[in-house]
C-alpha cells in the first residue's frame, strides 16, 4: 500500500461491507448500524442506534436473547433464522453473533454479522425444526395446564424442564422476598425440596439484576460447585429463565447440564417454557383462592349466629347455614329447592320483622348479588328484643301510673295548704303534711328502685363483702314489718346458734325489706309470712313463705325479670306497679353479687322466696372477704357507677308486615308470609 494513500479505518471496513452489520451493548440497545443494514432492512442509522433492534420477530425474541446469552457465555454463534424489514416483509437470513470483550474479560456486548440465505434446502430445514419444537413445547404446555393444584402444576413444570430441554436435572425456584426457596424438582436428591438461600447471592439474583430473561451460567464463567445444584454429580451448566405471574416475578426455572452441551435452542425452549408455566401458576393460584374463597365463606356461614340462605333468581333457596336450621327448625334438605318458610322483604335495605312456628321472632334482612343475580336474606333471632321491647311499653304505662299517683296527691295537699292554709286546724295542717311526706317517701323509693335497676342492668352495682350479724339483721327486719299490718302475722324462726354472714348488710337489708314488702302486698287477704333461717354448707338459707295469691305456672324464673308483674295489668288482682317486677330482678342482682342468689317456688298456698347469702365461719374468711372487697369503702354500701355518656343507638326503620313492593329490586315470585301473630299481651 503506498504511504501517499490513508491506511484502511475501522469505518471504512464497515462502511464498504456487503453483508449488515450490528453492534448491540450490554442493555441490548443498538450501537452500531452500518450501509448494508440499512439497505437489507430499511431503517437508518439514525432510526435504530440507542433503541432496541427493530428486526427481531415477536415469535423469535426469545431464539433472539437465548442466541446472544449463548454467545455472552461461550464461543461465536451462526444460525439460520427470519428477521423482518422495515416495509413488514420477513426475509431468511444466517445470522452470526460474537461477543465483545471487556477490560475485566466478561462481555460487554455483541457484535451481528446478518446475511441473506439463498439456499432453499437450508430454509426448509430450519422451518422443519422450528415447527417440531413448536409442537413439542405445546404438549408440554397442555400436561402443565391439565392441573389446578398449584403443587402439582409446579411438579409439572419441573418434569417439563428435562423433557423439553433435555437437561439432566431441573427445579423450580420460588422468589420469597429477599429469599428463595426450592419447591420443586426433578432428578435431584429429595433432600433439597425446601432449601432456602439469600436471593442476593443467588443466580436468580443475578438474573433480575441483569433486567433480562434468560441466564447460562458455566465452569467458564463461575464456579458451579459452591452451589446447592452441585448435589448432581458432574454440574457443568445451568440454564435459568424467570417466570412472572401477573407481571411480577414469581420464580424461576432451573436446568442443570452433567453429561450433554446446552445450545441456544434450549435456552430459547426454557424461556419460552417459563412464559407458558407463569400463565398455568396464574391460573393455579387463581382456582385455590377461589376454592379458598369458597371454603372461607361456608365457614363463615357456618359459624355466624344469623341464618344465611341464598336464593336464585326465582327465589328458591340454594343455601341454608348451619344457624337457619337452629332458628327454624327445618333441615337443608327439607328447603333447598324451595321458597323460604318465612316472608321475605319487599324490597332490599327494609328488614321484616316476623313471628314463626314456636314463638321466636325472627328479622329478615336481604341483599342483592348483582352479578349472578343470587339473593342473600340473613335472619337472626329477635325473641329477646321483642320482650325487651314489651316490658319496656309496659315499665313505661306502669310508670307513669305509679308517679302520677303520689305526684297528684303531693300536688293536691300542697296546692290546699298553700291557699287555706289560715283556715285549717292545726291537726288538719299535720295530717295534710304527713300524706305529703309518706307520698314523697313513697315517691323517693320508686325512683331509688329505679335507679338501682338500672345499675344492676349495666352490671353497675357496688356491694361491699365483709362478715355481720345476719340474726340481729332479721330480727330488726321482721320486727319493723310487724307493725306495717295489721292483716298479717310476721314471724320469725332462726337458732340461736345461725352464723353471722359475709356479705353487704345493707344491701342485706334491702333484699330481706323487699321479700317481706312483696309478701304483705301480694297477700291482700292477710295471713302469716314466716321468716325462716338456717344453715346450709357454706351457706345460710332464708325462706319468706306467705299465704297469698301465689305464682302462675312458669312464672318461677319470669319474676326476676325487668318490669314484670305477677297478676292481671288491670289491677283486679289488688296489686299494681312495679313493686315484684323491678324489685325482684334488683333483688337477685344484690344477692349475686354477695356470692348469693334469691329464687322463688310456688306452693300450695302461698310462694316461697328464697334468699341465700354466704355464711361466716371466722379464721381466714375475713382476710379473703376484705380481698373480695378491696377498693370499695370499708362501710356497707350500696352504689351505682355513674352512667356513661354514651348515646344509644338510633331507631331503626323496620317493617311489621310484608308488603308487595313497585322496586324493581323486590325478590320475584316471593310468597306471602300471611299475618304476623299478635303481639303478647
Not at 109 to 127: H, K, M, R
Not at 151 to 158: N, P
Request: proline share 5%.
Amino acid at each position: 500500500m503506498s504511504s501517499e494513500r490513508a491506511p484502511l479505518s475501522a469505518e471504512a471496513v464497515l462502511a464498504a461491507s456487503a453483508d449488515a452489520v450490528v453492534g448491540i451493548d450490554g442493555e441490548l440497545r443498538v450501537t452500531l448500524w452500518n450501509p448494508a443494514a440499512e439497505r437489507m432492512f430499511g431503517w437508518e442509522e439514525r432510526e435504530v442506534v440507542g433503541g432496541e433492534l427493530p428486526i427481531v420477530p415477536a415469535d423469535l425474541a426469545a431464539e433472539h436473547r437465548a442466541v446472544l446469552e449463548q454467545v455472552r457465555a461461550g464461543a461465536p454463534l451462526s444460525v439460520l433464522t427470519r428477521r423482518v424489514r422495515r416495509d413488514g416483509v420477513v426475509i431468511d437470513v444466517r445470522s452470526s453473533a460474537s461477543r465483545v470483550p471487556g477490560d475485566g474479560g466478561g462481555a460487554v456486548g455483541w457484535v451481528l454479522v446478518i446475511t441473506p440465505c439463498e439456499s432453499e434446502e437450508q430454509v426448509q430445514s430450519a422451518a422443519t425444526e422450528r415447527a417440531r419444537l413448536v409442537r413439542r413445547l405445546t404438549d408440554v404446555v397442555v400436561d402443565i395446564n391439565s392441573d389446578l393444584s398449584l403443587k402439582s402444576v409446579l411438579d409439572r413444570i419441573s418434569t417439563s424442564i428435562t423433557e423439553l430441554t433435555g437437561a439432566d436435572a431441573g427445579g423450580f425456584v420460588l422468589l420469597n422476598e429477599d429469599r428463595v426457596e426450592l419447591v420443586s424438582l426433578t432428578e435431584l436428591s429429595d433432600g433439597l425440596q425446601g432449601y432456602s438461600a439469600p436471593l442476593e447471592t443467588s443466580l436468580f439474583g443475578e438474573l433480575l439484576r441483569s433486567g433480562k430473561s434468560v441466564l447460562l451460567a458455566n465452569e467458564d464463567t463461575r464456579g458451579l460447585q459452591d452451589l446447592v445444584w452441585a448435589d448432581l454429580p458432574g454440574l457443568h451448566t445451568i440454564g435459568l429463565a424467570v417466570s412472572n405471574v401477573h407481571g411480577r416475578p414469581y420464580g424461576a426455572l432451573y436446568a442443570l447440564y452433567s453429561r450433554r452441551k446446552v445450545g441456544y435452542i434450549e435456552l430459547e425452549l426454557l424461556e419460552l417454557l417459563a412464559a407458558h408455566a407463569g400463565v398455568a401458576i396464574g391460573n393455579a393460584m387463581a382456582y385455590e383462592e377461589l376454592d379458598l374463597q369458597r371454603v372461607h365463606e361456608q365457614v363463615v356461614a357456618d359459624s355466624s349466629a344469623d341464618g344465611i340462605a341464598v336464593l336464585d333468581f326465582s327465589g328458591r333457596i340454594r343455601k341454608w347455614n348451619r344457624s337457619a336450621v337452629e332458628l327454624t327448625g327445618y333441615s337443608a334438605e327439607a328447603v333447598e329447592g324451595r321458597h323460604p318458610p318465612f316472608p321475605l322483604p319487599a324490597a332490599h335495605g327494609m328488614p321484616v320483622k316476623h313471628k314463626i312456628r314456636g314463638g321466636r321472632w325472627l328479622e329478615i334482612l336481604m341483599a342483592r348479588v348483582p352479578r349472578t343475580h343470587e339473593w342473600v336474606v340473613d335472619f337472626r333471632d329477635i325473641t329477646a328484643q321483642k320482650a325487651m321491647e314489651e316490658e319496656q311499653e309496659f315499665f313505661l304505662a306502669t310508670t307513669g301510673h305509679e308517679l302520677r299517683t303520689p305526684i297528684t296527691v303531693i300536688h293536691g295537699f300542697a296546692t290546699t295548704l298553700a291557699r287555706k292554709w289560715e283556715r285549717l286546724s292545726a291537726e288538719a295542717q299535720r295530717e295534710a303534711i304527713g300524706t305529703i311526706a309518706a307520698r314523697s317517701a313513697s315517691l323517693v323509693s320508686l325512683v331509688e328502685r329505679l335507679r338501682l335497676g338500672s345499675a344492676a342492668s349495666r352490671g353497675a352495682l357496688d356491694v361491699q363483702r365483709s362478715p355481720f350479724d345476719l340474726p340481729a339483721l332479721l330480727q330488726g327486719v321482721v320486727r319493723t314489718f310487724r307493725t306495717l299490718s295489721e292483716r298479717h302475722t310476721v314471724e320469725l324462726s332462726a337458732g340461736e346458734g345461725l352464723a353471722w354472714a359475709v356479705g353487704d348488710p345493707l344491701a342485706t337489708g334491702m333484699v330481706m325489706d323487699q321479700l317481706l314488702d312483696n309478701a304483705l302486698k301480694f297477700s291482700p287477704e292477710g295471713g302469716t309470712v314466716r321468716v325462716s333461717a338456717w344453715e346450709e354448707g357454706d351457706e345460710v338459707v332464708i325462706v319468706v313463705d306467705d299465704q297469698g295469691v301465689g305464682l302462675a305456672p312458669g312464672d318461677e324464673e319470669r319474676v326476676f325479670g325487668r318490669f314484670v308483674r305477677r297478676g292481671a295489668r288491670d289491677g283486679r288482682d289488688g296489686v299494681g306497679g312495679l313493686g315484684l317486677g323491678l324489685g325482684l330482678y334488683i333483688v337477685r342482682q344484690l344477692a349475686r353479687e354477695q356470692g348469693g342468689d334469691v329464687t322463688a317456688r310456688r306452693r300450695t298456698d302461698g310462694t316461697r322466696l328464697r334468699f341465700t347469702v354466704p355464711a361466716f365461719r371466722g379464721g381466714d374468711q375475713t382476710a379473703e372477704a376484705v380481698a373480695v372487697g378491696s377498693g370499695k369503702p370499708s362501710e356497707g354500701a350500696v352504689r351505682a357507677s355513674p352512667p356513661t355518656d354514651t348515646p344509644p343507638p338510633g331507631p331503626r326503620e323496620v317493617q311489621e308486615t310484608t308488603k308487595k313492593s313497585k322496586s324493581r329490586e323486590a325478590l320475584p315470585h316471593q310468597r306471602s308470609g300471611g299475618r304476623h301473630a299478635s303481639r303478647r299481651r
